[in-house]
C-alpha cells in the first residue's frame, strides 16, 4: 500500500469527463478520491469529511469555486492552503480576483503529471 492511499482528496468539477479523468488518475495514483458536482455539492462533502487536498474548479453552476474559495477564506482560511484551483481563465485574472488568497494554480489544460505533482505539493504542506 502506497504513502498516497491514506490521503484523501475531493474533485469539484462540473465536467463530467475532466471529473472522471481526473479522480481515475488519482485512484491508479493511490489516493482515495471523492467528487463533487458544483460547489454547493463540495461544501456539503466539506462539512461531513476532512481532504488532504482539493481540486477546485472555478466556473461551475450554482455555487461558483469563486464564492466557495471566498467562502473559506471567512470561515475555515486553514483550508484554502489545500486547494488547487484548474481553470481555463487567465491566471492574472484569477489571482487579481482572489486578492492573495493561498491556493495553487493548475491552469487549464494540464498535464496528468502536472496535476500529481500538485497534489503531492498540496498534501505535503498541510
Not at 483550508?79 to 484551483?85: F, N, P, T, Y
Amino acid at each position: 500500500m502506497s504513502e498516497s492511499a491514506k490521503i484523501s482528496v475531493l474533485v469539484v468539477e462540473d465536467d463530467p469527463a475532466i471529473r472522471r479523468l481526473v479522480k481515475m488518475v488519482l485512484d491508479r495514483a493511490g489516493y482515495q478520491v471523492e467528487t463533487a458536482t458544483d460547489g454547493v455539492d463540495a461544501v456539503l462533502k466539506l462539512g461531513v469529511a476532512e481532504y488532504q487536498a482539493i481540486i477546485l474548479d472555478l466556473m461551475m453552476p450554482n455555487l461558483d469555486g469563486f464564492t466557495l474559495i471566498s467562502t473559506l477564506a471567512r470561515n475555515d482560511p486553514e483550508k484554502l492552503k489545500k486547494i488547487i484551483v484548474t481553470s481555463a481563465a487567465s491566471p492574472g485574472v484569477i489571482k487579481e480576483r482572489m486578492k492573495g488568497q493561498p491556493f495553487a494554480l493548475l491552469p487549464k489544460p494540464f498535464e496528468i503529471t502536472e496535476l500529481l505533482a500538485a497534489v503531492k505539493r498540496c498534501v505535503s504542506q498541510s
